[in-house]
């Protein structure tokens, strides 16, 4: 059974600062997406990692994979308010059909 | 633009109403998919199409079922609400390896 595990489930954090959320997955694929979630809204796509040594970079966000370790990394630089929001990362169930698995979610909050 | 569409924001049921949840794609996608998301849970797949009149299970398919009678359309039925069933319910249609996602039904089952 494909699990997704992020952590952390909350981050606080101060304007300017770095930090890194973490995604596990409990067995192979070879496709990792994250999303954005702005609070009552629905999913943005950020980043779609197609293999392994994948890293992707938008603005102050850059995603990686590691898909012999099953990791996934989403990279914050000197955040900034707009960037609060949640961030889902998820994991591609089987070949090429679309079906994917998410992770908890990631709530950022990032103050003054 | 790729444009997924759910027909209502908001919806307020009663417990033992059939609930019917639409939602249409206008980008001739084959694969089409209904989420729920709960707080702390993330997004779980209910069920799922790849074709007209295809469908399958996802991980929690118990008390939805689904119609997809158009390629540009996939419905999800609460054939008897429950107030476990209160959630957001979030479509998505995908082509490649890219799924978009609608603007999401919030459900509330009294």
């Known amino acids: 059974e494909l699990k997704v595990e992020q952590n952390p489930l909350f981050l606080s954090m101060q304007e300017g600062k770095n930090y890194t959320i973490y995604c596990n997955y409990s067995t192979t694929s070879d496709r990792l997406y994250w999303y954005r979630q702005d609070p009552g809204k629905s999913l943005e796509s950020l980043f779609v990692?197609?293999?392994?040594?994948a890293v992707k970079q938008e603005g102050r966000l850059m995603a990686s994979l590691d898909t012999k370790a099953r990791l996934s990394t989403l990279h914050i630089t000197a955040a900034v308010h707009d960037l609060s929001a949640t961030y889902f990362c998820a994991v591609e169930w089987s070949g090429n059909t679309g079906k994917l698995i998410f992770g908890q979610g990631t709530t950022l909050q990032v103050k003054p | 633009d790729v444009k997924v569409t759910q027909s209502s924001r908001y919806l307020v049921k009663r417990t033992g109403e059939k609930v019917f949840l639409e939602c249409v794609q206008d980008m001739d996608h084959e694969n089409m998919f209904w989420y729920r998301q709960d707080p702390g849970l993330g997004l779980r797949l209910i069920y799922f199409s790849y074709d007209v009149k295809m469908k399958e299970k996802g991980d929690i398919p118990e008390g939805y079922s689904v119609s997809r009678e158009k390629k540009e359309r996939f419905s999800l039925i609460l054939e008897s609400a429950s107030t476990n069933q209160t959630s957001m319910y979030l479509c998505?249609?995908?082509?490649?390896?890219?799924?978009?996602f609608g603007p999401g039904t919030r459900l509330t089952v009294t």
């Open positions: 998505a249609s995908s082509f490649a390896y890219e799924q978009y």
């Open positions: 990692l197609l293999s392994n040594g």
